[in-house]
Protein backbone atom coordinates (compact mmCIF):
# COMPACT_ATOMS: atom_id res chain seq x y z
CA UNK A 1 0.00 0.00 0.00
CA UNK A 2 1.19 3.60 -0.58
CA UNK A 3 1.64 5.82 2.08
CA UNK A 4 2.19 9.61 2.06
CA UNK A 5 3.79 11.30 4.73
CA UNK A 6 4.42 15.35 5.44
CA UNK A 7 6.47 15.16 8.95
CA UNK A 8 6.04 18.49 9.43
CA UNK A 9 2.87 19.90 10.88
CA UNK A 10 3.00 23.26 10.96
CA UNK A 11 5.97 26.05 10.43
CA UNK A 12 6.03 29.53 11.04
CA UNK A 13 8.43 31.93 8.79
CA UNK A 14 7.79 36.31 8.77
CA UNK A 15 7.07 37.26 5.24
CA UNK A 16 9.96 36.84 2.29
CA UNK A 17 11.56 34.54 4.19
CA UNK A 18 12.03 31.16 1.86
CA UNK A 19 10.40 28.04 3.31
CA UNK A 20 10.74 24.76 2.24
CA UNK A 21 7.96 22.16 2.91
CA UNK A 22 8.79 18.12 2.92
CA UNK A 23 6.98 15.22 1.44
CA UNK A 24 7.95 11.87 1.72
CA UNK A 25 5.91 8.99 -0.03
CA UNK A 26 5.85 5.09 -0.02
CA UNK A 27 5.17 2.43 -2.97
CA UNK A 28 6.32 -0.41 -4.23
CA UNK A 29 5.25 0.74 -8.10
CA UNK A 30 7.53 2.30 -10.46
CA UNK A 31 4.63 3.97 -12.40
CA UNK A 32 3.08 6.87 -9.72
CA UNK A 33 2.11 10.80 -9.60
CA UNK A 34 2.91 13.42 -7.05
CA UNK A 35 0.88 16.13 -6.29
CA UNK A 36 0.68 19.44 -4.25
CA UNK A 37 -2.45 21.15 -3.42
CA UNK A 38 -2.88 24.19 -1.09
CA UNK A 39 -5.87 24.99 1.40
CA UNK A 40 -6.11 28.62 1.71
CA UNK A 41 -8.41 29.63 4.78
CA UNK A 42 -11.27 29.83 2.99
CA UNK A 43 -11.43 25.68 2.42
CA UNK A 44 -11.10 25.15 -0.98
CA UNK A 45 -8.27 23.10 -2.53
CA UNK A 46 -6.17 24.52 -5.04
CA UNK A 47 -4.21 22.40 -7.34
CA UNK A 48 -0.68 22.95 -7.84
CA UNK A 49 1.38 20.65 -9.41
CA UNK A 50 1.27 16.83 -10.84
CA UNK A 51 4.98 15.21 -11.73
CA UNK A 52 5.19 11.49 -13.40
CA UNK A 53 7.75 9.60 -11.33
CA UNK A 54 9.71 9.18 -14.91
CA UNK A 55 10.39 13.40 -15.15
CA UNK A 56 12.88 14.19 -11.86
CA UNK A 57 13.29 17.23 -13.43
CA UNK A 58 13.24 20.19 -11.27
CA UNK A 59 10.45 22.29 -11.37
CA UNK A 60 9.91 26.28 -10.95
CA UNK A 61 6.64 28.58 -11.04
CA UNK A 62 7.44 31.94 -10.12
CA UNK A 63 8.43 31.84 -7.01
CA UNK A 64 7.12 28.21 -6.16
CA UNK A 65 9.76 25.81 -6.94
CA UNK A 66 9.64 21.84 -6.76
CA UNK A 67 12.33 18.96 -5.84
CA UNK A 68 12.07 15.49 -7.34
CA UNK A 69 14.43 13.35 -6.06
CA UNK A 70 13.72 9.07 -6.41
CA UNK A 71 16.39 8.12 -4.36
CA UNK A 72 15.02 9.88 -1.34
CA UNK A 73 11.29 9.51 -2.62
CA UNK A 74 11.32 13.32 -1.74
CA UNK A 75 9.02 15.17 -3.39
CA UNK A 76 9.69 18.89 -1.59
CA UNK A 77 8.25 22.33 -2.51
CA UNK A 78 9.71 25.56 -1.90
CA UNK A 79 8.32 29.03 -1.69
CA UNK A 80 10.40 31.63 -2.02
CA UNK A 81 9.97 34.91 -0.50
CA UNK A 82 7.03 34.33 1.26
CA UNK A 83 3.84 36.19 1.26
CA UNK A 84 1.21 36.62 3.98
CA UNK A 85 -1.20 35.22 1.09
CA UNK A 86 0.94 31.77 1.22
CA UNK A 87 -0.75 30.85 4.48
CA UNK A 88 -2.56 27.70 4.23
CA UNK A 89 -2.57 24.31 4.63
CA UNK A 90 -0.50 22.20 2.02
CA UNK A 91 -1.11 18.80 0.47
CA UNK A 92 1.11 15.99 -0.66
CA UNK A 93 -0.83 13.37 -2.52
CA UNK A 94 0.22 10.32 -4.81
CA UNK A 95 -1.47 8.61 -6.94
CA UNK A 96 -0.98 4.90 -9.03
CA UNK A 97 -1.02 4.15 -12.61
CA UNK A 98 -4.02 2.44 -12.31
CA UNK A 99 -7.92 2.61 -13.13
CA UNK A 100 -9.67 5.33 -10.95
CA UNK A 101 -6.48 7.55 -10.45
CA UNK A 102 -6.95 7.86 -6.42
CA UNK A 103 -5.12 10.12 -4.57
CA UNK A 104 -3.27 9.14 -1.73
CA UNK A 105 -2.66 12.42 0.87
CA UNK A 106 -0.37 13.27 3.88
CA UNK A 107 -1.54 14.91 6.31
CA UNK A 108 -0.66 18.78 5.34
CA UNK A 109 1.72 21.18 6.73
CA UNK A 110 0.19 24.32 8.08
CA UNK A 111 2.15 27.52 7.04
CA UNK A 112 1.71 30.45 8.44
CA UNK A 113 3.33 33.43 6.96
CA UNK A 114 3.69 36.75 9.63
CA UNK A 115 4.09 40.22 8.08
CA UNK B 1 -17.86 26.32 -16.77
CA UNK B 2 -18.73 25.49 -12.84
CA UNK B 3 -16.34 22.97 -12.49
CA UNK B 4 -16.91 21.01 -9.35
CA UNK B 5 -19.94 22.03 -6.77
CA UNK B 6 -21.46 20.70 -3.95
CA UNK B 7 -24.62 20.69 -2.65
CA UNK B 8 -25.56 21.76 0.50
CA UNK B 9 -22.57 23.96 1.70
CA UNK B 10 -23.37 23.33 5.44
CA UNK B 11 -25.55 21.16 7.29
CA UNK B 12 -26.62 19.87 10.56
CA UNK B 13 -27.81 16.18 11.25
CA UNK B 14 -28.99 14.57 14.26
CA UNK B 15 -27.90 11.28 15.00
CA UNK B 16 -29.30 8.31 13.06
CA UNK B 17 -31.26 11.04 10.59
CA UNK B 18 -30.10 10.33 6.93
CA UNK B 19 -29.24 12.80 4.25
CA UNK B 20 -27.62 12.97 0.75
CA UNK B 21 -25.17 15.15 -0.96
CA UNK B 22 -24.62 16.44 -4.19
CA UNK B 23 -21.81 16.36 -6.43
CA UNK B 24 -21.90 17.86 -10.14
CA UNK B 25 -19.37 18.43 -12.59
CA UNK B 26 -19.40 19.95 -16.07
CA UNK B 27 -15.84 19.03 -17.32
CA UNK B 28 -17.31 15.70 -18.74
CA UNK B 29 -14.77 13.74 -16.31
CA UNK B 30 -14.89 10.33 -16.15
CA UNK B 31 -13.85 10.01 -12.58
CA UNK B 32 -15.36 11.22 -9.47
CA UNK B 33 -14.83 11.06 -6.10
CA UNK B 34 -15.71 11.73 -2.36
CA UNK B 35 -13.66 12.08 0.54
CA UNK B 36 -13.63 13.03 3.91
CA UNK B 37 -11.11 15.69 5.97
CA UNK B 38 -11.09 15.67 9.65
CA UNK B 39 -9.12 18.21 11.99
CA UNK B 40 -5.39 17.61 11.13
CA UNK B 41 -5.88 15.17 8.86
CA UNK B 42 -5.23 14.58 5.05
CA UNK B 43 -8.14 13.61 2.85
CA UNK B 44 -9.57 10.46 2.80
CA UNK B 45 -11.22 8.79 0.19
CA UNK B 46 -14.83 7.34 0.48
CA UNK B 47 -15.80 5.93 -2.25
CA UNK B 48 -15.45 6.63 -5.80
CA UNK B 49 -16.42 5.93 -9.66
CA UNK B 50 -14.90 5.53 -13.20
CA UNK B 51 -18.14 5.74 -15.01
CA UNK B 52 -21.83 6.21 -14.97
CA UNK B 53 -22.87 3.38 -13.34
CA UNK B 54 -19.99 2.14 -11.65
CA UNK B 55 -19.18 2.71 -8.09
CA UNK B 56 -16.42 1.23 -5.78
CA UNK B 57 -15.29 2.12 -2.15
CA UNK B 58 -11.99 3.75 -1.10
CA UNK B 59 -10.32 4.02 1.89
CA UNK B 60 -13.07 4.52 4.88
CA UNK B 61 -16.41 3.90 3.01
CA UNK B 62 -18.46 2.42 6.12
CA UNK B 63 -21.48 4.38 7.19
CA UNK B 64 -21.58 5.91 3.40
CA UNK B 65 -23.20 4.91 0.03
CA UNK B 66 -22.99 6.59 -3.04
CA UNK B 67 -25.46 6.58 -6.64
CA UNK B 68 -23.71 7.67 -9.88
CA UNK B 69 -26.91 7.51 -12.56
CA UNK B 70 -25.42 10.45 -14.59
CA UNK B 71 -21.85 11.47 -15.73
CA UNK B 72 -21.79 14.47 -14.09
CA UNK B 73 -23.47 13.41 -10.42
CA UNK B 74 -22.02 12.02 -8.00
CA UNK B 75 -24.42 11.70 -5.11
CA UNK B 76 -23.38 10.48 -1.17
CA UNK B 77 -25.52 8.75 0.53
CA UNK B 78 -25.68 9.20 4.91
CA UNK B 79 -28.12 6.46 5.58
CA UNK B 80 -28.16 6.96 9.84
CA UNK B 81 -25.71 10.03 10.63
CA UNK B 82 -23.48 9.08 13.58
CA UNK B 83 -21.14 11.93 15.65
CA UNK B 84 -17.93 9.94 14.18
CA UNK B 85 -19.73 11.53 10.53
CA UNK B 86 -18.88 15.04 11.18
CA UNK B 87 -16.11 16.24 9.25
CA UNK B 88 -15.93 17.93 5.39
CA UNK B 89 -16.37 16.55 2.42
CA UNK B 90 -15.58 16.67 -0.81
CA UNK B 91 -15.92 15.57 -3.83
CA UNK B 92 -13.36 16.16 -6.85
CA UNK B 93 -13.35 14.91 -10.79
CA UNK B 94 -11.08 13.74 -13.16
CA UNK B 95 -10.16 12.04 -16.73
CA UNK B 96 -11.23 12.69 -19.96
CA UNK B 97 -11.73 9.60 -22.26
CA UNK B 98 -8.92 10.18 -24.66
CA UNK B 99 -6.84 12.03 -22.70
CA UNK B 100 -2.89 11.72 -23.20
CA UNK B 101 -2.44 11.27 -19.49
CA UNK B 102 -2.88 8.18 -18.18
CA UNK B 103 -3.84 9.89 -14.45
CA UNK B 104 -5.10 13.06 -14.65
CA UNK B 105 -5.37 15.34 -12.31
CA UNK B 106 -8.21 15.94 -9.61
CA UNK B 107 -10.06 18.77 -9.01
CA UNK B 108 -12.07 19.56 -5.88
CA UNK B 109 -15.60 20.91 -5.22
CA UNK B 110 -15.40 23.85 -2.76
CA UNK B 111 -16.66 21.09 0.24
CA UNK B 112 -19.45 20.55 2.87
CA UNK B 113 -19.34 20.73 6.14
CA UNK B 114 -21.29 18.65 8.20
CA UNK B 115 -22.19 18.27 11.79
CA UNK B 116 -23.46 15.41 13.46
CA UNK B 117 -25.23 16.13 16.75
Known amino acids: AQKVTQAQTEISVVEKEDVTLDCVYETRDTTYYLFWYKQPPSGELVFLIRRNSFDEQNEISGRYSWNFQKSTSSFNFTITASQVVDSAVYFC????????????FGGGTRLMVKP | NAGVTQTPKFRVLKTGQSMTLLCAQDMNHEYMYWYRQDPGMGLRLIHYSVGEGTTAKGEVPDGYNVSRLKKQNFLLGLESAAPSQTSVYFCASSYIRGSVYSTDTQYFGPGTRLTVL
Open chain 1, 93 to 104: ALSLNNAGNMLT
